[in-house]
């Protein structure tokens, strides 16, 4: 345990600070890429940026499979069409759209696999 908190805790935080240095990364490479002059050395600095995407892609993932609260916040905003910022009206039920509830539920009977759905 870090500082007396628990192992998820601890897990959290790593994951945290290991997303701000992989975006920090990103950052970083961006800038260069964008100011170099030679084409290789461009090519390769994007070809790293990207690879630093990766990376924080992934710590997004664990964070989604391992903390709940995260994972239903991706869920809501992840791949939806529109305004981003109009989104939060749409999940908390504003503007005539399905609750959050009701849209998880769609989304659930969407997904899964049933004996109907095997069938097709």
Do not use: C
């Not at 993932?61 to 305004?83: A, H, P, S």
């Amino acid at each position: 345990m870090l500082n007396g908190v628990s192992k998820k805790a601890t897990d959290l935080d790593f994951a945290i600070q290991s997303l701000k240095e992989e975006l920090q990364a990103v950052d970083d490479y961006n800038q260069r890429a964008e100011m170099a002059e030679d084409p290789e050395l461009k090519e390769i600095l994007i070809h790293n940026r990207n690879e630093e995407m990766e990376h924080a892609v992934m710590v997004i993932e664990w964070m989604r499979r391992n903390e709940f609260e995260f994972g239903k916040e991706l869920e809501d905003y992840i791949f939806r069409q529109g305004k981003i910022v109009g989104i939060e009206a749409q999940v908390m039920g504003r503007d005539g759209a399905p609750s959050k509830g009701e849209e998880s539920k769609e989304l659930n009977k969407s997904r899964s696999l049933n004996i109907g759905s095997l069938k097709k």
